[in-house]
């Protein structure tokens, strides 16, 4: 089991950068792939980025390649998301989520779920 609590969204201008968190509970986060979703109102849930458990691999979304960065500290039990050059379309609830085998690109195949923090960019 792995429980899962982000951190650090907020409202930002156009152009500018936020770093998201998410603490993960459980001695096997670094057992797990680590994911990014997105959800915007009224859009479908869209995957952002994932990080092999060893963090040697990473994926991202054409749309925020180059522009965020996924991360890890296994001995924090932590993943980061870095998002630089942020856009008003980049404007969602951001959620991480945990797998518990390979790294995966499609939300249906996590198996545990943080709440989310929101994320607002202005124009």
């Known amino acids: 089991q792995v429980q899962l609590v982000e951190s650090g969204g907020g409202l930002v201008q156009a152009g500018g950068s936020l770093r998201l968190s998410c603490a993960a509970s459980?001695?096997?986060?670094?057992?797990?792939?680590m994911g990014w979703f997105r959800q915007a109102p009224g859009k479908e849930r869209e995957f952002v980025a994932a990080?092999?458990?060893?963090?040697?691999?990473?994926y991202y979304a054409d749309s925020v390649k180059g522009r965020f960065t996924i991360s890890r500290d296994n001995a924090k039990n932590t993943v980061y998301l870095q998002m630089n050059s942020l856009k008003p379309e980049d404007t969602a609830v951001y959620y991480c989520?945990?797998?518990?085998?390979?790294?995966?690109?499609?939300?249906?195949?996590?198996?545990?779920w943080g709440q989310g923090t929101q994320v607002t960019v202005s124009s």
């Open positions: 459980g001695r096997t986060f670094s057992s797990y792939a």
């Open positions: 990080i092999s458990w060893s963090g040697g691999s990473t």
């Open positions: 989520a945990a797998e518990e085998s390979a790294i995966a690109t499609m939300w249906d195949e996590y198996d545990y």
